[in-house]
C-alpha cells in the first residue's frame, strides 16, 4: 500500500522503541506531568495527533502508543491480541518510557484496556479520563459494522471492502457530526494504519479478543472503585458507535468529579481537539495541585 502524507508527517513526529523485543510507535510532545493517551480500533495514535500540541501547551508531557498489531507498532503473527494481553502493553510502554504517575486518558476499547492496567499499577496513575468508551462490557452490543468483525468468515469479507469511499461515508455517519471533520486524505491515513503490514490479521485477533462477561465488567467496576482515583468523564453528546446505555451505567457507577458533553459523535479527538485537550489538562492541573498518595493494587 502506497503510505499517504498525513501518514508520512505522523510517523516523522514520532520514534519507535523496543518493547519486548518489538518497534513500538510513540507520540509525545511537551514536558510536565503526562497525560497518556490511550486509543481504540480501528485507530491508533494517530487519533491523537491534533491533541497532542494543546495539551503540551498547558504544561503537560502528551503521550500515545500504537498498540501492537496497529498503526505504526509490529504486528507479529505470535502474539496475544486480547484485551488482558493489551493491558499489559500499556504497563511495558510506560516501564519502558520510564514515566512517572501518568493522568490515564482512554477511548473506545481502550477503557476496559486501560482501566486494567490502572487496577493493577494504581501507584502509577495519577487520575483517569474516561472519552466515549465501554465499561459495562457484559451489555456491550457493538453496531454495525463493528459486530460483523466478530463473526467467522463474514469478517473477513467485511475487512476487505474497506476502502477509503466506504470508510469515509461510515465515518461521516456514525464517527464524526460535523462530516467535514474528516476528508478522504484522513480516512485513507486510517486504513493505511490499520491495514498496512499484516494488519489484517491483528486487527481481527483484537476483535476477537473482547471479554464481554459479567464477571470482567464486575471485576472492573469493583476494581476501579477500590483504587479511588479522581475520574473524569468527556463524552461526544451525539454518539450513535457506542450505546447510551455504556453513559448511562459510567454515570452511574462512578463517582466522576467531572462530566463534560461535547458537540461530536464517537471521534470527538477528530472534531473538537481543542475542547477536548482543554478539558483534560483542567481536570489534570487540578489533580497536579493535590498531594500524591500511594494507592494498593486490590489483591
Given at each position: 500500500?502506497?503510505?499517504?502524507?498525513?501518514?508520512?508527517?505522523?510517523?516523522?513526529?514520532?520514534?519507535?522503541?523496543?518493547?519486548?523485543?518489538?518497534?513500538?510507535?510513540?507520540?509525545?510532545?511537551?514536558?510536565?506531568?503526562?497525560?497518556?493517551?490511550?486509543?481504540?480500533?480501528?485507530?491508533?495514535?494517530?487519533?491523537?495527533?491534533?491533541?497532542?500540541?494543546?495539551?503540551?501547551?498547558?504544561?503537560?508531557?502528551?503521550?500515545?502508543?500504537?498498540?501492537?498489531?496497529?498503526?505504526?507498532?509490529?504486528?507479529?503473527?505470535?502474539?496475544?491480541?486480547?484485551?488482558?494481553?493489551?493491558?499489559?502493553?500499556?504497563?511495558?510502554?510506560?516501564?519502558?518510557?520510564?514515566?512517572?504517575?501518568?493522568?490515564?486518558?482512554?477511548?473506545?476499547?481502550?477503557?476496559?484496556?486501560?482501566?486494567?492496567?490502572?487496577?493493577?499499577?494504581?501507584?502509577?496513575?495519577?487520575?483517569?479520563?474516561?472519552?466515549?468508551?465501554?465499561?459495562?462490557?457484559?451489555?456491550?452490543?457493538?453496531?454495525?459494522?463493528?459486530?460483523?468483525?466478530?463473526?467467522?468468515?463474514?469478517?473477513?469479507?467485511?475487512?476487505?471492502?474497506?476502502?477509503?469511499?466506504?470508510?469515509?461515508?461510515?465515518?461521516?455517519?456514525?464517527?464524526?457530526?460535523?462530516?467535514?471533520?474528516?476528508?478522504?486524505?484522513?480516512?485513507?491515513?486510517?486504513?493505511?494504519?490499520?491495514?498496512?503490514?499484516?494488519?489484517?490479521?491483528?486487527?481481527?485477533?483484537i476483535m476477537a479478543g473482547f471479554d464481554l462477561t459479567e464477571q470482567h465488567r464486575?471485576?472492573?467496576?469493583?476494581?476501579?472503585?477500590?483504587?479511588?482515583?479522581?475520574?473524569?468523564?468527556?463524552?461526544?453528546?451525539?454518539?450513535?458507535?457506542?450505546?447510551?446505555?455504556?453513559?448511562?451505567?459510567?454515570?452511574?457507577?462512578?463517582?466522576?468529579?467531572?462530566?463534560?458533553?461535547?458537540?461530536?459523535?464517537?471521534?470527538?479527538?477528530?472534531?473538537?481537539?481543542?475542547?477536548?485537550?482543554?478539558?483534560?489538562?483542567?481536570?489534570?492541573?487540578?489533580?497536579?495541585?493535590?498531594?500524591?498518595?500511594?494507592?494498593?493494587?486490590?489483591?
Open positions: 500500500m502506497r503510505k499517504p502524507r498525513l501518514v508520512e508527517e505522523h510517523e516523522a513526529a514520532g520514534r519507535r522503541i523496543v518493547v519486548d523485543g518489538h518497534q513500538i510507535f510513540v507520540r509525545e510532545e511537551g514536558q510536565g506531568e503526562p497525560v497518556l493517551l490511550l486509543h481504540g480500533v480501528p485507530s491508533s495514535s494517530f487519533l491523537f495527533r491534533k491533541m497532542l500540541k494543546p495539551i503540551a501547551e498547558a504544561g503537560f508531557r502528551a503521550i500515545s502508543f500504537d498498540f501492537p498489531g496497529v498503526g505504526l507498532s509490529d504486528k507479529p503473527k505470535n502474539l496475544a491480541y486480547d484485551w488482558h494481553a493489551l493491558a499489559k502493553w500499556v504497563g511495558q510502554v510506560v516501564d519502558t518510557l520510564e514515566l512517572p504517575p501518568v493522568h490515564l486518558v482512554v477511548h473506545d476499547v481502550a477503557g476496559p484496556i486501560g482501566v486494567e492496567w490502572a487496577i493493577h499499577n494504581p501507584v502509577k496513575v495519577r487520575s483517569i479520563t474516561i472519552t466515549n468508551t465501554l465499561l459495562d462490557v457484559a451489555h456491550f452490543s457493538p453496531h454495525f459494522p463493528i459486530w460483523t468483525f466478530r463473526v467467522p468468515v463474514m469478517r473477513h469479507v467485511v475487512f476487505a471492502t474497506m476502502n477509503t469511499p466506504v470508510m469515509l461515508q461510515l465515518f461521516r455517519q456514525a464517527g464524526v457530526k460535523n462530516p467535514e471533520a474528516v476528508d478522504e486524505d484522513v480516512i485513507a491515513s486510517y486504513i493505511y494504519l490499520l491495514k498496512s503490514n499484516g494488519g489484517h490479521r491483528s486487527f481481527l485477533e464486575d471485576w472492573l467496576r469493583d476494581n476501579l472503585l477500590a483504587i479511588d482515583k479522581p475520574m473524569q468523564l468527556i463524552w461526544g453528546e451525539q454518539e450513535i458507535a457506542i450505546p447510551k446505555a455504556q453513559l448511562d451505567y459510567i454515570c452511574q457507577a462512578f463517582p466522576l468529579r467531572a462530566e463534560h458533553m461535547v458537540e461530536a459523535r464517537h471521534f470527538l479527538q477528530e472534531e473538537q481537539p481543542e475542547v477536548v485537550a482543554a478539558h483534560i489538562t483542567s481536570f489534570a492541573k487540578g489533580i497536579a495541585d493535590q498531594p500524591k498518595r500511594a494507592t494498593n493494587a486490590p489483591s
